[in-house]
């Protein structure tokens, strides 16, 4: 019986072995990111609920403001507040680092409507100014 070296069998595990962990490293360097590609359509899909709203009140207070209606854009946007109320909590922890420009642009439409007698350029620059970081945040 003829012995064949142990060389060439270690040689192929080695190999196997180095190509294995190769293959692993792989996968932990994709598995980061299929985690965070993960969170991100779960909280888009929590945050579209939460947003198309506050976005559908400010437009059609933008399109009342547009049609020379100042006063029935007031009375619409007289609601933001209380739905600003019910959205906020579900955006903040979503929206991360843009979420001091969104409350800003809130706060902002929030004492132009409550100011009483504001012009239509403020009005328009209040709605602007939040509809445009909601916008962005859930991408249109």
């Given at each position: 019986?003829?012995?064949?070296?142990?060389?060439?069998?270690?040689?192929?595990?080695?190999?196997?072995?180095?190509?294995?962990l190769s293959g692993c490293q792989q996968v932990s360097q994709t598995m980061p990111d299929a985690v965070k590609d993960a969170a991100t359509a779960t909280g888009q899909?929590?945050?579209?609920?939460?947003?198309?709203?506050?976005l559908d009140l400010l437009g059609k207070g933008k399109t009342e403001l547009n049609s020379g209606n100042l006063q029935s854009a007031l009375a619409?946007?007289?609601?933001?507040?209380?739905?600003w109320q019910k959205a906020a909590p579900v955006i903040q922890p979503l929206a991360g680092d843009k979420w001091p420009m969104i409350d800003q642009g809130a706060q902002q439409l929030i004492s132009t409507v409550?100011?009483?007698?504001?012009?239509?350029?403020?009005?328009?620059?209040?709605?602007?100014?939040?509809?445009?970081?909601?916008?962005?945040?859930?991408?249109?």
């Open positions: 019986m003829v012995r064949q070296p142990a060389l060439p069998k270690l040689a192929a595990a080695a190999l196997a072995g180095g190509l294995l899909a929590a945050l579209t609920p939460a947003v198309t709203p506050v619409t946007l007289g609601g933001f507040s209380a739905l409550d100011q009483g007698n504001p012009t239509e350029g403020e009005t328009s620059s209040a709605i602007s100014g939040l509809m445009g970081p909601l916008s962005a945040l859930i991408g249109k």
